[in-house]
């Protein structure tokens, strides 16, 4: 499902957020306060803005109540960070997530409404859009910009049947490469081999194609 993100602050790691929740075919508006931040990112995102993510009256402006979820990405200005997040919450956000220093810096994200805290050196940026994007998306590996093997929740449509007349290679252009059940794990499953509901399935294939089933 297409879903609206906005993103505040556009370091390495806003960035890295941004682009991925692009690439897998999302809305996103881009904020941060330095032009040269802003241009870099216009040709990649929906909407790129400067603008200071602390001027509530901005944020208004940009409706950023209206989004599904807003990402605050500011980096070395704690006091900036926490602010932030305080106004999205005012504002009445629907669920913010925000980017912490350490744990203590966490905690008080936590306490001031943050519904999701997230540490850049823990969780890469590409990582955190990917499962911000794809809520049944359990781990993540990137193999290079557009290809990615991932471990998902077996969609229901696929229960109760056999791997080989699922056919998902050509169906949605990916391949299966271990199913999870509990704690055995099928490496390299036969067509014979029939997915159950809460099976976990190791994926392979290009981050579209892995959208395109998760969401059947």
Not at 121 to 143: K, Q, W
Not at 164 to 185: T, W
């Amino acid at each position: 499902m297409r879903k609206q993100f906005a993103v505040l602050g556009l370091g390495r790691f806003g960035s890295s957020v941004a682009e991925t929740l692009t690439r897998l075919g999302h809305e996103v508006l881009a904020v941060d306060s330095d032009e040269g931040a802003v241009q870099r990112i216009s040709d990649v995102v929906t909407h790129a803005v400067q603008a200071d993510a602390m001027d509530e009256e901005a944020l208004k402006s940009l409706g950023i109540r209206n989004f599904d979820v807003v990402v605050v990405a500011i980096g070395q200005n704690i006091q900036a960070n926490i602010l932030v997040t305080v106004i999205l919450k005012e504002l009445g956000v629907n669920y913010i997530v925000a980017k912490a220093q350490d744990a203590l810096h966490g905690k008080v994200l936590e306490r001031v409404g943050a519904d999701k805290v997230v540490f850049p050196e823990r969780d890469m940026g590409v990582r955190v859009a990917n499962n911000l994007a794809t809520g049944n998306v359990l781990d993540l590996i990137e193999l290079e910009q557009d290809y990615s093997i991932m471990e998902v929740v077996a969609p229901k449509i696929i229960w109760d049947k056999s791997l080989g007349k699922q056919n998902l290679r050509a169906k949605y252009g990916i391949s299966v490469l271990a199913i999870k059940r509990g704690d055995d794990i099928n490496v390299a499953p036969g067509a014979d081999d029939v997915i159950k509901e809460n099976d976990i399935l190791v994926v392979i294939g290009e981050n579209k194609a892995i959208q395109n089933f998760m969401e059947e």
